[in-house]
Nanobody, 122 residues
């Protein structure tokens, strides 16, 4: 069993930056692939970024070059550094965990956080 708690969301102007954190507890964090998803109002939840057990990463085309996912196994935490934010990045951001390999499909992730709101607006 894994518990995930996101933090770091808030209101930021276009072009600004935020760093989201997702703290994990309850199991061996280093054995889990991690992902960040987001859901904007009226839209389906979409994959933002994933990071493997070995810290290889992959990103949605919409955030490539602007967002960076990373993990600190000593702190049981995964991060999402978001730079050059756009209004279309406004959404609730969720982290998710899956034992073993990464997946592009959200129904393959066993554990989810409660989400943190990111609002990009002037």
């Amino acid at each position: 069993q894994v518990q995930l708690v996101e933090s770091g969301g808030g209101l930021v102007q276009p072009g600004g930056s935020l760093r989201l954190s997702c703290a994990a507890s309850g199991s061996i964090f280093s054995r889990y692939a991690m992902a960040w998803y987001r859901q904007a109002p009226g839209k389906q939840r979409e994959l933002v970024a994933v990071i493997t057990i070995g810290s290889s990463t992959n990103y949605a085309d919409s955030v490539k070059g602007r967002f960076t996912i990373s993990r600190d196994n000593a702190k049981n935490t995964v991060y999402l550094q978001m730079d050059s934010l756009k209004t279309e990045d406004t959404a609730v951001y969720y982290c998710a965990a899956r034992a073993g390999t990464i997946s592009q499909q959200q129904n393959h992730y066993d554990y989810w956080g409660q989400g943190t709101q990111v609002t990009v607006s002037s």
